[in-house]
Nanobody, 117 residues
Framework: QVQLVESGGGLVQPGGSLRLSCVASGSFFSINNMGWYRQAPGKQRELVADITSGDATTYSDSVKGRFTISRDNAKKTVYLQMNSLKPEDTGVYYC???????????WGQGTQVTVSS
């Protein structure tokens, strides 16, 4: 079984920063892609950032230049550094592991991020 545990969420004022962490555990292959999704109340879950097994990164237009996704394979952890946070960044952030061979997706339970003054 693969488990993903997110942490680092909380309440922050606009313009502030947070760093989310997602630790993977269990039995899984090292070749995988990781991503961060978020879901605001009343809205669909959306992709925020993605990082491949080869460390290629992708960001949604709304967070590009403000967020940075990275991974530490030794710690089996993926990070999301969030700077210059805006109220519209508020939502539950979910960590995703996408196994390549064979294809399968795993999700964490989510961590709440609230940006408000």
């Amino acid at each position: 079984q693969v488990q993903l545990v997110e942490s680092g969420g909380g309440l922050v004022q606009p313009g502030g920063s947070l760093r989310l962490s997602c630790v993977a555990s269990g039995s899984f292959f090292s070749i995988n892609n990781m991503g961060w999704y978020r879901q605001a109340p009343g809205k669909q879950r959306e992709l925020v950032a993605d990082i491949t097994s080869g460390d290629a990164t992708t960001y949604s237009d709304s967070v590009k230049g403000r967020f940075t996704i990275s991974r530490d394979n030794a710690k089996k952890t993926v990070y999301l550094q969030m700077n210059s946070l805006k109220p519209e960044d508020t939502g539950v952030y979910y960590c995703q592991l996408r196994r390549v061979f064979p294809p399968r997706d795993y999700w964490g339970q989510g961590t709440q991020v609230t940006v408000s003054s």
